[in-house]
């Protein structure tokens, strides 16, 4: 994957390598093996059609198999990974069928929050809308591909949480998985990340301006952008699809 020393490419392990953050205590054993290997699936860590098996994801955690089933049931039913009988489990291939009706929840959602937004968007949390593009422009100028993602994601969550809808946050969050994969890939072109910036920072100028026609305008096109980017990442890289 891109890192701060690596210019905007394609890059991958042979088989996979997870990453594994520390557990603050927040979540238990079963919690905390489905985030973090959803996390690692979303952001391209473990490629579709690598097969991946109780017993070494147990040894990985340090833990009993139990927790590690149970998150392969969860990733099962979200789609993300498939369990073959007698064989093992795999990562899944993208459904653009399902990244659309993704991307369809998500935007239903986000154009109505971002009307209340518009309305009604604290003052004195507009500031951190400003913070989160510098950083943004910092993970550009870094090359930093994963740490953009996240911010990215924190951009859109300063919106939710400023209008008190931090569940239907969650939900777009819990929904998204095959959509945040093709959206991590068109990523690897810097100068898409370079346009998501100009798109975060009219989306940040018409809530502040409240002007609600800009807003709706500059959202949508901001995602539905994916529409056309996911034909274009499926005839490049057209094994990592169904």
């Not at 590690?68 to 064989?87: D, M, N, S, T, Y």
């Not at 986000?110 to 949390?125: D, G, I, T």
């Not at 034909?231 to 094994?239: G, L």
Request: aromatic share 8%.
């Amino acid at each position: 994957m891109l890192s701060k020393n690596k210019p905007a490419e394609r890059v991958f392990a042979i088989k996979y390598s997870l990453e594994i953050p520390k557990n603050d205590g927040n979540l238990n054993v079963g919690d905390f093996v489905y985030k973090t290997v959803r996390e690692n699936i979303i952001n391209w860590n473990i490629e579709p059609g690598v097969m991946i098996s109780e017993k070494e994801l147990s040894e990985q955690f340090r833990a009993s198999r139990t927790p590690v089933r149970e998150a392969f049931i969860k990733l099962g039913r979200e789609g993300l990974v498939e369990i073959l009988p007698q064989r093992g489990t795999v990562i899944s291939k993208i459904d653009l069928g399902r990244v659309e009706e993704e991307r369809f929840i998500r935007e239903s959602l986000e154009v109505a929050v971002l009307n209340v937004a518009v309305e009604r968007f604290p003052p004195e949390k507009l500031p951190a809308f400003e913070e989160n593009l510098k950083q943004q422009q910092e993970c550009v100028e870094n090359i930093d591909y994963k740490r953009f993602l996240k911010v990215d994601d924190e951009f859109h969550r300063i919106m939710f949480l400023g209008c008190n809808k931090e569940l239907s946050w969650e939900v777009i969050q819990n929904i998204s998985g095959h959509y945040k994969r093709i959206r991590a890939m068109t990523l690897w072109d810097r100068q898409v990340l370079e346009d998501l910036i100009k798109q975060h920072a009219a989306i940040f100028e018409a809530i502040r301006d409240k002007d609600l026609e800009k807003a709706n305008c500059n959202l949508k096109k901001h995602l539905r952008k994916l529409i056309v980017e996911e034909k274009e990442m499926k005839a490049k890289y057209p094994e990592y699809f169904l």
